[in-house]
């Protein structure tokens, strides 16, 4: 059975094959609605995405906590209005840094049947740090790391990676589903 993700994001599919060698990446630009719920954006993904294929869709969000979880699934948004630096500005002046980067993903196979998993990782904002990964990657320091990101090899990212961790667990709920038909 093939599996499609739907991105454009290279990097996001070569972390996503890391662990799932058989996705195949479908470049095909679906409606991306504006929510502050990732589980929303997910659904109205897959629904734009149709039956025909068996497909898989994420939304990666960064909350930071004294923005009371802001800017979560419009993480995008704020990096094209304020980039990394206003982010990074905006933390300090609340004078808190930490934050949780959350992946959410949403999976449907041809039948409509649909599974949804989703993994996190704690961290702090920080001044933007690296040349690796994309994103908010050079402003984000996991908790136990004292590198960003943006810093780390691809393997190392890739081992601790929330991202990783939900194709993980959405590799398990495929299996199980499997067993079960």
Not at 145 to 167: F, H, L, N
């Amino acid at each position: 059975m093939s599996i499609y993700f739907v991105t454009g994001n290279q990097n996001k599919l070569s972390e996503v094959q890391a662990v799932m060698p058989q996705i195949e990446g479908w470049e095909v630009d679906l409606p991306e609605i504006q929510d502050i719920d990732p589980q929303a954006i997910i659904e109205a993904k897959l629904d734009a995405a149709g039956t025909e294929y068996t497909v898989m869709v994420e939304d990666t969000s960064l909350y930071i906590d004294a923005m009371n979880g802001l800017p979560g699934p419009l993480v995008k948004w704020f990096l094209k209005t304020v980039g990394v630096e206003g982010m990074y500005q905006m933390t300090e002046c609340l004078g808190s840094y930490t934050a949780t980067a959350k992946t959410t993903i949403g999976y449907q196979a041809t039948d409509g049947t649909r599974l949804f998993v989703e993994a996190d990782l704690r961290g702090s904002i920080v001044p933007a740090r690296g040349a690796n990964g994309f994103g908010w990657d050079v402003l984000f320091q996991p908790d136990g790391y004292e590198r960003t990101i943006a810093e780390m090899e691809p393997e190392e990212k890739q081992e601790m990676s929330m991202r990783t961790e939900a194709v993980e667990h959405l590799q398990a709920k495929i299996a199980t589903e499997d067993t079960h038909s």
